[in-house]
């Protein structure tokens, strides 16, 4: 028996996928190259918006079309939110949630023989239960975002407890749980072996260790545990992915300037800079907060990398709530924005909502912000000219600082090193290092 996993959306999908491919080695299945090749293919699926429900109902049809003699289960969180829908689709044959993902290893023993088709199309067979009971969860180092192998991605965090109206995750991924201190440690102990930097990644990061009866005997938050790593481990070099601003502490601040292990790196979600609309989101700050914060990290690490996601065309944004958005991002020291364009998502709270912003309206307001974000992002770039900044090289010939800019080598270096470059100028979105050969500054 062959499988193929074919992974859909953010880093945390990606480390589910790869530790359910760990799994399913471990239990004697041999993976297949591709879905064409495999006996039973797993879509591992993200809903966060309606073309990434889109990309999955598209993908399912080409592997059955492509290999109709395939088993197809379908997971992830598409299936949790909607598992009747994606079971209507012609060869799937089972949709297992979230809830289930950590016993699809156990499960498929038993379901394999009940698919024997005898020329019969078996009916599908849905095995989702209520997330909000999940307790456990899939994690396994992945590659980072642009699929470099040199800074592995580990999800030390799961789910969320917030109330976001626009947010999917809380119903598809379960209440806010957290891998034990151990097996963080194992794990960073395991990977400082190979690589240099590691990056922490979460749902929701900064509620590491905050779930009740957690570790009663330890009692850390995240600022603790990245004490420890740095104390019981030799990891080179933490990166820290994203934090919700009212979890940024002064302690994890304080730890961060303190330490040179830790990258000066910090990546706060905003997703609006009107405090009306912050509160119809149900987000658990307002703009002075976030402000609050943002200063405060910038005045301790002012060379520091600072990236928000910032979401346009929330229902109700009216043309001052965007003005105000605009604004606060414009006089923050951010340099890098994610900016997303809102898109209702059943189940969610702000689906129903009447105010909904017309679509030409919403992608015009991305348009503002990524041209905003080019400028503030380009101004910090050229701040970096003459600076000698530490990296780790990349397999793909570029190396990453800690704030954050791909920066071009200016000769070949082996990949996975932490190095020093000086900056001699700039690239069409990042750095060049400063070589006789090289650009000019600019
Ligand atoms: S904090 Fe809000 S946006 Fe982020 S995962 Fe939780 S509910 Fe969703």
């Known amino acids: 028996m062959r499988f193929f996993i074919q992974n859909f959306g953010c880093r945390a999908t990606q480390a589910d996928g790869a530790a359910l491919e760990g799994l399913l080695a471990k239990q004697g299945f041999a993976p297949a190259e591709a879905a064409r ?55 799937v044959t089972w949709v297992v949630g979230n809830s289930h993902k950590t016993q699809i290893p156990d499960l498929l023993p038993g379901l394999l023989p009940a698919a024997d088709y005898h020329g019969q199309v078996p009916a599908c067979e849905i095995i989702v239960g209520d997330i909000r009971e999940a307790r456990d969860f899939l994690s396994s180092p992945v590659d980072d975002a642009f699929g470099d192998r040199t800074r592995p991605n580990l999800k030390i965090q799961e789910g969320c407890n917030n109330p976001c109206t626009f947010c999917i995750i809380p119903s598809v991924r379960g209440r806010s749980r957290s891998m034990s201190t151990q097996q963080v440690l194992a794990e960073i102990r395991s990977l400082a072996g190979t690589y240099r930097e590691i990056v922490l990644t979460g749902i929701n990061l900064g509620r590491w260790g905050r779930e009740a009866g957690f570790e009663p005997e330890r009692r850390l938050r995240l600022d603790g545990l990245l004490r420890l790593i740095l104390e019981q481990t030799s990891v080179e070099r933490l990166r820290i992915s994203s934090v919700e601003p009212m979890d940024l502490s002064d302690d994890l601040l304080d730890l961060m300037a303190a330490s040179p292990r830790i990258a000066a790196h910090v990546h706060a979600p905003l997703q609006s800079g009107s405090d009306s609309v912050l509160r119809r989101m149900k987000r658990r700050y307002r703009t002075r907060h976030y402000e609050d914060r943002i200063l405060r990290a910038h005045r301790l690490l002012p060379h520091a990398a600072f990236g928000a996601d910032v979401m346009t065309g929330f229902p109700g944004e009216s043309d001052d709530d965007f003005r105000q958005t605009f604004e606060f991002i414009e006089r923050l020291p951010l340099t890098y924005l994610h900016v997303f364009t809102y898109s209702a998502r059943p189940g969610t709270p702000a689906f129903s909502d009447s105010g909904q912003v017309p679509h030409p309206l919403r992608k015009q307001r991305t348009r503002l912000l990524r041209e905003l974000a080019e400028k503030k992002n380009l101004a910090f770039r050229r701040a970096q000219i003459g600076r000698t900044l530490r990296a780790v090289t990349l397999d793909n010939g570029k190396a990453l600082p800690e704030n954050y800019l791909a920066v071009d080598l200016a000769a070949h270096r082996p990949a996975n090193r932490l190095v020093e470059l000086k900056i001699g100028g700039l690239t069409a979105g990042g750095l060049a290092e400063e070589s006789p050969f090289n650009v000019l500054p600019s």
């Open 37 to 91: 090749a495999a006996d039973l293919v797993i879509l591992n699926t993200c809903t966060v918006t309606s073309s990434a429900d889109d990309d999955v109902r598209k993908s399912i049809h080409r592997v059955h079309r492509e290999n109709p003699g395939a088993r197809i289960l379908v997971t992830g969180c598409y299936a949790q939110r909607s598992p009747a829908e994606l079971s209507q689709i012609p060869g």
